[in-house]
């Protein structure tokens, strides 16, 4: 688990690169004026030298993460491979717990989602972050808001490739062109 107290205005939220360079510069961009990143997992692709569409290789994403500098907090994928974990420096681990503005935000990948939803719940979570589906969503149930931020390399469902950003307002799922697709105010 990875714990922290996060300071800023505002903060970026993506999830399931799966090794896209491009797709992580798009986020990025989108982010432009907030240092922190939080990173919903499936970062790269079942090893670094895997190539992906666009001549690219998640070593290449794998470098890109290593040189940001700002704060970024990742939740562990399931296709996010022991061999992956070694060539990135940030620390990835199953869950990440954050506060933020006075809210307690919750982070995993999100697979057994039934078992994230309950401890979302039990601990009383103002925001819970999953990815794994590849589907931008925001559902508010009881007092905590689970969010998905879609994927930003292989979306599914109805909306294109995708990213979120968390502000003292609320939570704005956009596209990577900065298109809102969806928005739920605190």
């Given at each position: 688990m990875?714990?922290?107290v996060?300071?800023?205005?505002?903060?970026?939220?993506?999830?399931?690169?799966?090794g896209?360079?491009?797709a992580?510069?798009a986020?990025?961009a989108?982010?432009?004026?907030?240092?922190v990143?939080?990173?919903?997992?499936?970062?790269?692709?079942?090893?670094?030298?895997?190539?992906i569409p666009?001549?690219?290789?998640?070593a290449?994403?794998?470098q890109?993460i290593?040189?940001?500098?700002?704060?970024?907090?990742?939740?562990?994928?399931?296709?996010?491979?022991?061999v992956d974990?070694?060539?990135?420096?940030?620390l990835?681990?199953p869950?990440?717990v954050l506060?933020?503005?006075?809210?307690?935000?919750?982070?995993?990948?999100?697979?057994?989602?039934?078992?994230f939803?309950?401890m979302?719940?039990?601990?009383?979570?103002?925001?819970a972050?999953?990815?794994?589906?590849?589907i931008?969503?925001?559902?508010r149930?009881?007092n905590?808001?689970f969010?998905?931020?879609?994927?930003?390399?292989?979306?599914?469902g109805?909306?294109?490739?995708?990213?979120?950003?968390?502000d003292?307002l609320?939570?704005?799922i956009?596209t990577?062109?900065?298109v809102l697709?969806?928005r739920?105010?605190?």
């Amino acid at each position: 688990m990875t714990a922290k107290v996060v300071e800023c205005e505002r903060f970026g939220v993506i999830s399931d690169t799966h090794g896209s360079l491009p797709a992580w510069k798009a986020a990025l961009a989108l982010f432009s004026g907030t240092d922190v990143v939080l990173h919903a997992g499936d970062v790269l692709y079942h090893g670094p030298r895997n190539p992906i569409p666009g001549g690219y290789t998640p070593a290449d994403l794998a470098q890109a993460i290593n040189e940001y500098d700002g704060t970024l907090l990742i939740a562990r994928g399931n296709c996010d491979a022991d061999v992956d974990l070694m060539i990135l420096d940030p620390l990835v681990a199953p869950y990440v717990v954050l506060w933020w503005n006075g809210k307690k935000i919750i982070m995993m990948h999100g697979e057994n989602f039934p078992v994230f939803r309950r401890m979302a719940l039990d601990c009383k979570a103002d925001i819970a972050i999953s990815g794994h589906t590849h589907i931008a969503s925001v559902v508010r149930e009881e007092n905590t808001i689970f969010l998905n931020p879609g994927s930003t390399t292989i979306p599914k469902g109805k909306d294109p490739a995708s990213a979120a950003l968390i502000d003292y307002l609320g939570i704005s799922i956009l596209t990577l062109d900065g298109v809102l697709l969806h928005r739920e105010e605190f």
